[in-house]
């Protein structure tokens, strides 16, 4: 017989980086992240393209003559991008493990579930993060075009994307547990995107028209976000609804939204640390 | 010394009920054991809760001492398992996907390598540079295979390794289980009994969640009585002349134009009217049972248990 090879005591924050890397990988080179951020670049470029229709003498009064407002309305779409990243990668992460081979493979190994799901959080995390990545630059580059690049306002994007790398974690978190509950893969992905855009965007047309603002939402929250760069901002407006009557709309300031996400990212993330961890695999 | 410990393990499902009820069993140091029965028995469950992927209704699993509800990095930590269908990420090479369980198993960059090109050449494993995703059944078969394979654990579970695999790659796969088993503990569940009788030394067989027989396998051929006699004639005898024995022969077998095999229901006062027919047709060189392979013994004593399974054995 051969000689055993010879190993080291199992170290977590090792596997943790055994898991990440293998699972970035798949990731980058899955049809779904190509996808996405195809569909991403192409609708951003063609708001830009309709917007150099429009002239840029027309672009620039529409922005308020502001940089900082162009990207607030443009940044708008981050809530989208980053729910569908959720749903993409992290809507399905730990549902793979029950329902397809992946977990006879990556379960049986001696490996805790925590580090796994650890592995698989940041995983996804930074798969969406690296479009988003491409989505701000295209934002800043179009912005450049009207208003030039040296009126970038480089802190309040800063702010901005910090931001949204914490509504990022929420996301991932509340679709890890929607992926720790359900079954099927694409089941999965589906509920996260219902749950995340849908449900929530209900949820607060409802709560607002009895004239209450949906803090609790965590698209609420999000849609916050470009706030941080917006310079004709108001919390709440008054729209009339005809017969004299007015419903009132809530917009998050910056910081609400901010403790909102990050409840959202410790109570989800250790729900489905929880639940993953009780899953077992009956298939 | 590596060990597996099931110490009155039970476990019920909501919808399917009790699927495993207070199963004991107890190996210690190298060996083999095939873990037989027929679909449904709990085998794969077993296996499951071994390694952690169900949660014990009752009872203990212990692997090398060490309980993996209580820590499974620890408890798994020398076992390799290859339960149900295991699946790479599609996206993967074979290559990257051995290496991602080399890391998890904290193995040296050195040690991988040298684990995969090992594993690579026993098993004659596909192309490294090849895309998961791109295999067939069998050349996913062995990479997850030698995925519970690398770092060469002490401890080996494995649920029918060679189910996908053509006939020689089953050959394979045997003769590597019955090298290993020399310094490792292998616990095979395998529908192939042929397989179990080569590589095993020990067999435990479960019936509809209990453990219906643990014993050596050749104590297990032994103790089926046998339903088949060899009898060998001094001169050439037709294969017509068996007609006379009438329903007490179910079958004849020629082997050559001296050698039949005969099939009867095992009493033994059909043998003796077996044996008085023998003599009448022409002189007899030997009479005597026929060897049972492990299959016929193990089908014979699942026959023989419609009731609630008792447990027989010495092992």
Request: charged share 15%.
């Amino acid at each position: 017989m051969t000689e055993r090879p010879t190993r080291s005591r199992p170290n977590e924050l090792r596997q943790w980086y055994a898991v990440v890397t293998s699972q970035v990988s798949h990731y980058l080179r899955s049809y779904r992240f190509l996808g996405l951020l195809g569909f991403i670049v192409l609708i951003s470029a063609v708001t830009i393209l309709l917007e150099l229709q429009s002239g840029v003498t027309l672009v620039r009064a529409v922005q308020l003559y502001s940089y900082s407002e162009y990207l607030s309305n443009f940044y708008q779409w981050g809530n989208l991008w980053i729910f569908m990243g959720a749903a993409f990668f992290a809507g399905d992460a730990l549902s793979v493990d029950f329902s397809t081979g992946t977990g006879y493979y990556m379960l049986v190994l001696p490996i805790h579930r925590r580090t796994l799901l650890a592995g698989r959080y940041v995983s996804a995390t930074l798969a969406i993060l690296a479009i988003l990545v491409i989505f701000f630059v295209i934002g800043i580059l179009g912005g450049a075009y009207f208003f030039g690049i040296g009126d970038v306002p480089w802190l309040k994007v800063g702010i901005t994307f910090g931001l949204y790398v914490v509504l990022t974690l929420a996301a991932v978190s509340v679709a890890f547990c929607i992926s720790a509950v359900v079954r099927s893969p694409s089941a999965g992905v589906l509920t996260t995107i219902l749950t995340l855009y849908v449900g929530f965007m209900t949820l607060e047309t409802t709560v607002e028209l009895t004239g209450q603002e949906p803090w609790f939402s965590l698209n609420y929250a999000g849609n916050g976000i470009p706030n941080v760069l917006d310079i004709d901002f108001s919390h709440v407006a008054e729209l009339p609804v005809g017969t004299g009557q007015y419903t009132t709309l809530w917009t998050a300031y910056p910081s609400e939204g901010a403790v909102i996400i990050s409840a959202y990212v410790v109570v989800f993330f250790l729900l489905s640390l929880f639940l993953y961890n009780r899953k077992e695999s009956t298939g | 010394m590596p060990s597996i410990d099931v110490r009155h393990l039970s476990k019920s499902f909501r919808k399917a009920g009790p699927v495993l009820d207070d199963v004991t069993f107890r190996y210690e140091g190298p060996g083999a054991i095939g873990y037989l029965g027929p679909n449904g028995a709990g085998k794969t469950t077993t296996l499951k809760l071994l390694v952690g992927l169900l949660r014990p209704t009752g009872g203990r699993a212990l692997l090398n001492g060490l309980e993996v509800t209580e820590n499974r990095q620890a408890a798994l930590w020398d076992v390799g398992a290859l339960i149900e269908t295991p699946e790479p990420y599609p996206t993967q090479s074979v290559a990257e996907a051995l290496r991602t369980v080399g890391q998890i198993r904290s193995l040296s960059r050195e040690g991988i390598d040298f684990e995969i090109a090992r594993l690579h050449e026993e098993l004659k494993l596909p192309p490294l540079e090849r895309r998961c995703g791109a295999l067939s059944k069998g050349q996913r078969q062995r990479v997850a295979l030698a995925a519970a394979l690398i770092g060469d654990p002490s401890v080996l579970l494995l649920d029918e390794p060679s189910s996908a695999l053509d006939p020689a790659e089953r050959v394979l796969v045997r003769n590597l289980l019955g090298r290993l088993k020399k310094d490792h503990l292998i616990l095979l569940v395998s529908h192939q009994v042929a397989d179990i009788a080569e590589v095993c030394d020990d067999v435990l067989i479960l019936d509809r969640g209990h453990v219906v027989l643990k014993d050596h396998v050749e104590n297990v051929i032994a103790r089926a009585p046998s339903r088949q006699l060899d009898v060998e004639f001094l001169r050439a005898v037709p294969l017509a002349a068996f007609s006379a024995f009438g329903a007490d022969v179910g079958a004849v077998e020629r082997l050559s134009d001296l050698h039949y095999r005969l099939r009867f229901d095992g009493s033994e006062e059909a043998r003796g009217r077996i044996l008085a027919g023998c003599l009448r047709l022409g002189p007899i060189a030997q009479f005597s049972n026929a060897t049972l392979a492990l299959e016929d013994a193990y089908l014979q004593l699942l026959n023989a248990t419609p009731g609630p399974p008792a447990v027989v054995g010495s092992g």
